[in-house]
């Protein structure tokens, strides 16, 4: 079946289908193409943290990835308030502030932090009180600071952007597409094929726009590839918890955010610098230093009877020089191709603003779309009863 539209996405991570709801609210005949789950990539493994910068902004100077999501906070609040620019009200937020701590050593560090001119507000330490419970205990002797940064359940986010949209995102088989100037063949999960006719095409497919590139016969942008070694924990824990731990460099040493398992369990996802160096220790060798890194950051948890399991995910974005973190997203056109990355969820609101630039001198149509296979959403890893092979 031939379709006439205006904008192809592949790929529905959050990237995918926040741009396809903000095209086709501005009137774009725009459609999606997954093939696997929608969220089934990173979007899935990230932690849900809508940073406004802080955490970027630990050098001591304003940089310009704290610069690049400063705003995005705000952004995603007035969306899931239904005044913004994408109605998230569907969507969850599962903490509405995340908590940065430091051990007592460190605790001048983080103190002179907030006090400088660094931050843009003034923020205090919080008293007792005021602190999330996990760190009310007597033991815990460092300093902790409140980040109004919102926490959310990624997959509602999901389902937020993309069931009012639905009838345009089409499940295909990833192997079956073939591309040619201003045309796109694919195949259904169901065996039917259709070639779109299209006037842009947006590469949106994560770790899989190498592989499009490619098959675009295009020569660049590079992609980059920054591996992180997760680990998750449960059985018996009490609280959630939503925690940056600053330790001596500029990543933080630990972040913990806590999500529900499929039989709504409390589960921790440890992340941070923990995650960046354990990409090259084992399985095991990983979930051992996770435990050395508890017992020495939060010594009055109690580890017994937990359960523990890795999770391997790669990062995907535009290569940067240096191969480092690129500072934002990025999108860059090459005549009717547009290749994007959002370096961050967070910054998925800015980056369909970018695409929305570089679709703006195409002409908009309005078309039936077939009715077709839709895809489902993906599951998290920790809802994965596999997962959980080691204790
Ligand atoms: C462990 C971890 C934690 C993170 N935590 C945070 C956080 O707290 N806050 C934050 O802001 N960011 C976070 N991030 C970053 C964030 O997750 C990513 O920037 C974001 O999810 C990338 O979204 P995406 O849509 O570009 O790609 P993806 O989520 O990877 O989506 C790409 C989609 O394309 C599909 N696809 C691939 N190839 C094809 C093809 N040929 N045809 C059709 N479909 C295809 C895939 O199946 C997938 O669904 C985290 C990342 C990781 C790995």
Redesign the pocket.
């Known amino acids: 079946m031939k379709i006439d539209v205006d904008v192809v996405v ?8 926040w741009t396809l709801r903000r095209l086709r609210d501005e009137g774009y005949n725009a459609v999606l ?19 406004g910068g802080t955490k970027y902004a630990l050098t001591g100077k304003l940089t310009a990835s704290s610069e690049a999501v400063a705003g995005m906070p705000a952004i995603w609040r007035a969306c899931h308030q239904g005044r913004g620019e994408v109605d998230l009200r569907q969507a969850k937020i599962i903490s509405d502030a995340h908590y940065l701590w430091s051990t007592s050593n460190l605790a001048s560090r983080i103190t002179g932090f907030f006090a400088s001119q660094v931050m843009r507000e003034r923020t205090v330490a919080l008293s007792t009180q005021q602190r999330p419970s996990l760190f009310r205990h007597r033991a815990f002797k460092g300093a902790i600071y409140r980040l109004d940064e919102p ?1 959310f359940d ?1 997959i509602s986010v999901l389902q937020a952007l993309a069931v009012p949209v639905m009838p345009a995102i089409l499940a ?1 088989n ?1 192997h079956a ?1 073939l591309m040619r100037p201003s045309a796109l063949e694919v195949e259904a999960v169901n065996g039917d094929s259709f070639e779109f006719n299209y006037k842009r095409l947006v590469f ?6 190498e ?2 590139l490619n098959a675009a016969e295009l020569r660049g942008p590079a992609m980059q590839l920054r591996p ?1 070694k ?1 680990v998750i924990m449960r059985g018996g824990l009490s609280e959630s918890v939503f925690a940056h731990c600053m330790g001596a460099g500029v990543n933080p040493r630990l972040t913990i ?1 806590s999500h529900l398992d499929d039989e709504d369990n409390i589960v921790w996802y440890l ?1 941070g610098q923990l ?1 960046e160096d354990g990409v090259f220790r084992s399985d095991s060798g990983q979930i051992a230093h996770a435990q050395q890194e508890l017992d020495e950051l939060i010594p009055w948890l109690p580890q017994q009877g937990l359960q523990w399991a890795t ?1 391997d ?5 535009v290569r940067h020089a240096d191969g480092h973190r690129p500072d934002t997203c990025y999108a860059v056109r090459q005549d009717a191709i547009i290749t ?9 609101p800015l980056l369909a603003r970018q695409v929305l630039d570089l679709v703006a001198d195409v002409d908009k149509t309005s078309g039936e779309l077939p009715a077709w296979p839709q895809p489902v959403f ?1 599951e998290y890893p920790w809802c994965e009863p596999a997962r959980w092979g080691m204790t």
């Open positions: 592949i790929g529905g991570g959050i990237a995918g289908l193409l997954e093939s696997e789950a929608l969220g089934a990539g990173q979007t899935r493994y990230a932690q849900g943290i809508i940073h926490v990624t295909i990833k597409l949106m497919a994560g770790q899989g726009n592989d499009l992180l997760m955010t992340g995650a999770l995910i790669n990062r995907a974005e994007a990355w959002p370096i961050k969820m967070a910054l998925a993906a």
